[in-house]
């Protein structure tokens, strides 16, 4: 497997050659545009409103912008002399219990793992260490461009560094109202629910998660390929609305039944 990323870790003054790869692959759909009539792939022009014409790659720069008439031309060798000390060093700042890390700062997980025979052992200590104490590592680094905090904890025999959004990038939960008044909920109501979660409840089995949408779509793709005509599927009905009691009750009733 290909790394994305070479560098060290540094906890303290221990510095470790590292590398990391990804521990997650983004599969997802995607379409190519083409020409309706001759099924040719299109092709994007760059092209300039105001001189009415199209450009080549070398007549083009990149450019922060400020506001209508003000941009700011930012060269690549500007942004390579800004490579900060964090960009081939991902330095640990402090040990933390992973439990205080809510979920919605997680982003990417990538494997961490020793890169030749000079780091093994600190690499070996440190796993072992961390485990025994229950403790992550959390560090920056930047990769393709791009600053993240990274969050490192043992893992299966490797590390697992998961790359965190920052604290400014997260959306407050406060932000977002919901006004519920736990005095008005019906005891009933929650006994009932509670049955249900206890009836519904299994060990969660990550193999048995999938994307059903891409099958499907997939399925399509084959169909259409082999010249069969795909059925347009009329939409659902929409289930009757009923109480909340007859909606738990009948749940309820439905989970038993399987379980049973
Ligand atoms: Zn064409």
Redesign the pocket.
Known sequence: MKATWSGFLRIGLVTIPVKLYPAVVKRAISFHL??K????R?KYLKFCPRCNKTLDDDEIVRAYFLDKDHYVVITDEELASLKLATSDTIEVKYFVDEREIAPIYYADAHYLLPEGEGGKEAFAIFYKAMQEKGKAALGQAIIRQREYPLLIKPYEGKFLASSLHFYQDVIRAEDLKVEIDEEKLDPRYLQLAGQLIDSLTEHFKPEELVDHYAEAVLKLVEAKARGEKFELKAAEEKAKVISLMEALKASLEKAEKKAA
């Open positions: 083409i020409h009539d001759c099924g040719s299109i």
